[in-house]
T-cell receptor, first 113, second 107 residues
């Protein structure tokens, strides 16, 4: 069965550095998402992406964050100047049509030192 | 903004027991998801439903739109069902997640 894949599985970065989290959604999917889960807390929506543009974003998704689909297969989340509080598990998800469920990747654990 | 409440927060049961996890939300939605998160952190989508009932193997999910409530049932529970079960609702502002129900099934 096709899967959403995320790399790396664990990223350790110094505070203030830029980080790019990568996702390869399922190939014929049209809608793409990033979520965040701080350790011990609930999953939070960050952003959704459709037709090469952001369709929705939460208040967490400020100017520090950006998303891109650079080559038709990858979907990336960039955090420009990381802060300690950005440490979390970041999940990518994708879905096909609007009446289909989202498929999640296994997540990237981001640790900011 | 939608408020999603799950109950119970923690549930420990014996293998074979019938399990029910509840989810209620405050604002009308277009769909509700039940997700399973394993100790390693990965999330698996179990169901997406907007009305009625769905069944997959030993799992059953129901939703009552009028009452803004959904339940996830597990029949003949097994230790491998131990995980965090998360309810998430789709509204105008994307998915809003509950805090999850931590289920432990003891042999």
């Amino acid at each position: 069965e096709p899967e959403v894949t995320q790399t790396p599985s664990h990223q350790v970065t110094q505070m203030g550095q830029e980080v790019i989290l990568r996702c390869v959604p399922i190939s014929n999917h049209l809608y793409f998402y990033w979520y965040r889960q701080i350790l011990g807390q609930k999953v939070e929506f960050l952003v959704s992406f459709y037709n090469n543009e952001i369709s929705e974003k939460s208040e967490i998704f400020d100017d520090q964050f950006s998303v891109e689909r650079p080559d038709g297969s990858n979907f990336t989340l960039k955090i420009r100047s990381t802060k300690l509080e950005d440490s979390a598990m970041y999940f990518c998800a994708s879905r096909g049509q609007s009446n289909q469920p989202q498929h999640f990747g296994d997540g990237t654990r981001l640790s900011i030192l | 903004k939608n408020e999603v409440e799950q109950s119970p927060q923690n549930l420990t049961a014996q293998e074979g027991e019938f399990i029910t996890i509840n989810c209620s939300y405050s604002v009308g939605i277009s769909a509700l998801h039940w997700l399973q998160q394993h100790p390693g952190g990965g999330i698996v989508s179990l169901f997406m439903l907007s009305s009625g009932k769905k069944k997959h193997g030993r799992l059953i999910a129901t939703i009552n739109i009028q009452e803004k409530h959904s339940s996830l049932h597990i029949t003949a529970s097994h230790p491998r069902d131990s995980a965090v079960y998360i309810c998430a609702v789709r509204g105008a502002d994307g998915l809003t997640f509950g805090k999850g129900t931590h289920l432990i099934i003891q042999p």
